[in-house]
């Protein structure tokens, strides 16, 4: 039955959630653009409008909507704020910063976007802007208990000595129980990184021990719960998708532990070859979450729903590309899913020494939850053993093609390495200089925009003396 349509603006807005949840997406955005064309300062039909076409993997369109909306009402502070996030998410860094641009330059800014734009800047490697803008918005009173801003700050430039007026700034907020734990922790996680750069080594492993027992009092990992996820990934029986391989999308899969050279790895191949770098994507953790969730793995016509629906949010509304490359290391835990989807994909599972492995990821402060496990070297472990079940099984049984990447020989020789990974994937080489810059979202957007220096690797033995842990609880990894 057809729905008829209303005259007044509020019916129509109403009309067309309506249709959305009716999966009638195009009339949806029909009615959505023709209200905005008539009111582009309203605030509620630009949202749903820019909401409608992000879940349909159109991110450019998308982004430009909340830009326009930003315009409309003159770049006004709390609107803008909302339009950066959203364009954020969005992974459309040079619009958001753009957005944060014209904001910031109209009107009194506020501490808020002012950290927000911090965070875009950073994400896109211009790290003294973002300092520049952090400082501003401690200036301007942000709350730390929101926004995490001292934490970000240590990650905008390297420390040559203690005398730096940031260390007395992070110790001080580390220190005052006046703050959550969480943003204490925070703040911890930045100052041992400060530590770290000036060589204090005891300082910074004192500061970890303090910070981690911080997040673990406000985060919970259970040991038991991840060893039944690994037991029921191994018993699986997986339908495939019914559509056939496309020759023109190619998702290559970066996996493997947190912290053992993925996102370094995406990054560096992005500026080898034609491939797109989509980050931590997280649509393929998300579409075989519900797969698992509502017994549909062995439902071939919903895997056949479940690989478009990843091809259209890979694909996206940008220039094309035949190789996109997903760098969620977590993908790890689903190649079954992914052979099933898209057998025509490529995987690269980057392996790292396990004790700096356990430091790096000790040392990071994560965002998701699904890195709870991070915060304790047993559950380090723990998760490790897992990975290594996992892995072990889906290089038995599946036939998609990995490459295993060390992470070791990508620092040792970064240019043999890259060959043949391009080889694998079957990309022809670019010139890096062509390259368009990839924004990094994921917690290594510091470190991957570093030179690469072996002295990421064997750094453990640097903290052996302060942290036991590395030699008891890993007793069994090569040194």
Request: net charge negative; charged share 25%.
């Amino acid at each position: 039955m057809s729905i008829p349509r209303p005259d007044d603006i509020d019916s129509q807005f109403t009309l067309a959630q309506t249709l959305w949840e009716r999966d009638e997406v195009d009339r949806s955005e029909a009615i959505l653009r023709e209200l905005v064309a008539r009111n582009p300062a309203r605030e509620d039909v630009s949202t749903l409008l820019a909401k409608l076409l992000q879940s349909q993997g159109r991110l450019d369109a998308a982004s430009k909507v909340m830009f326009d909306l930003c315009g409309a009402r003159a770049f006004e502070p709390e609107i803008s704020l909302r339009g950066a996030q959203f364009i954020q998410q969005s992974h459309r860094q040079l619009l958001a910063a753009e957005l944060c641009d014209r904001a910031l330059a109209r009107a009194r800014a506020t501490p808020d976007l002012l950290a927000v734009a911090g965070n875009i800047a950073r994400e896109l490697g211009d790290f003294a802007k973002a300092r520049a803008l952090y400082l501003d918005s401690l200036e301007a009173g942000v709350d730390l208990n929101t926004w995490f801003v001292l934490g970000a700050l240590a990650h905008t430039m390297r420390y040559a000595d203690r005398g730096h007026p940031d260390f007395a700034r992070f110790e001080a907020h580390f220190r005052d129980e006046a703050f959550s734990a969480r943003a204490r922790a925070a703040t911890g996680f930045g100052l041992a990184k400060a530590f770290d750069d000036v060589g204090d080594h005891e300082a910074a492993a004192r500061t970890l021990s303090t910070a981690n027992a911080l997040v673990r009092s406000a985060l919970t990992w259970s040991p038991s719960a991840w060893d039944s996820f690994v037991d029921a990934r191994l018993g699986e029986r997986v339908a495939r998708a019914a559509t056939a391989p496309r020759s023109d999308f190619v998702p290559v899969f970066v996996v493997g532990l947190p912290r053992t050279g993925t996102t370094l790895t995406a990054t560096r191949l992005a500026r080898e070859t034609p491939a797109r770098d989509r980050g931590e994507l997280r649509m393929l953790r998300f579409i075989a979450e519900q797969l698992i969730a509502g017994g549909h793995l062995g439902d071939a016509a919903a895997m056949t729903e479940a690989a478009e629906l990843y091809r259209v949010h890979a694909r996206q509304d940008d220039a094309p590309a035949t190789w996109y490359i997903d760098q969620d290391p977590m993908n790890f835990r689903y190649l079954n899913i992914i052979e099933a989807l898209f057998p025509q994909s490529r995987l690269i599972h980057c392996r790292r020494g396990r004790r700096d492995t356990a430091l790096s990821l000790w040392f990071q402060d994560f965002a998701h939850h699904d890195s709870a496990f991070a915060y304790d070297f047993a559950h380090i472990a723990r998760f490790a053993a897992g990975h290594d079940r996992l892995m072990q099984h889906w290089q038995r049984t599946l036939s998609l093609p990995i490459h295993t990447l060390d992470y070791e020989a990508l620092i040792a020789d970064p240019a043999s390495t890259l060959d043949a990974l391009r080889d694998f994937i079957g990309a022809p080489a670019i010139d890096p200089a062509t390259a368009a810059a990839t924004p990094i979202h994921s917690a290594s957007v510091w470190q991957a925009r570093q030179p690469i220096y072996s002295g990421s690797v064997g750094r453990w033995r640097k903290y052996a003396p302060f942290i036991p842990e590395l030699t008891e609880v890993f007793a069994d990894a090569q040194a």
